[in-house]
Nanobody, 125 residues
Framework: VQLQASGGGLVQAGGSLRLSCAAS?????????MAWFRQAPGKEREFVSA????????DYTDSVKGRFIISRDSAKNTVYLQMNSLKPEDTAVYYC??????????????????WGQGTQVTVSS
């Protein structure tokens, strides 16, 4: 599967952005667990959020719970990350990832096989 992330940009603290990740694959989109990760300058990449193949289970890192919402649209082969109440510490390059074998209960701690290019999110204070 090929993943194309978009939607990043510059926003003031308290603002919102919606990231999109479009998937293209010979296999049906609905078999993939999808996730978002981020990497800030000088820091390791960290898990942000994930959604199960059927969309029924989601997972978030504690720092974004209540502010970010992950969703998927199988008709458009796209996963979204709605980011609200953004903080300067959310500044990072955001990456989407996909995997067929990832189970719904391990989405937050899994070595995803497929990765898209990053999209920069910058939150000014």
């Amino acid at each position: 599967v090929q993943l194309q992330a978009s939607g990043g940009g510059l926003v003031q603290a308290g603002g919102s952005l919606r990231l999109s990740c479009a998937a293209s694959s010979r296999r049906t989109f609905s078999i993939y667990a999808m996730a978002w990760f981020r990497q800030a300058p000088g820091k390791e990449r960290e898990f942000v959020s994930a959604i199960s193949p059927n969309g029924l289970r989601t997972d978030y890192t504690d720092s974004v719970k209540g502010r970010f919402i992950i969703s998927r649209d199988s008709a458009k082969n796209t996963v979204y990350l709605q980011m609200n109440s953004l903080k300067p510490e959310d500044t990072a390059v955001y990456y989407c990832a996909a995997d067929v074998l990832c189970t719904p209960w391990s989405m937050g701690n899994y070595d995803y096989e497929y990765w898209g290019q990053g999209t920069q999110v910058t939150v000014s204070s």
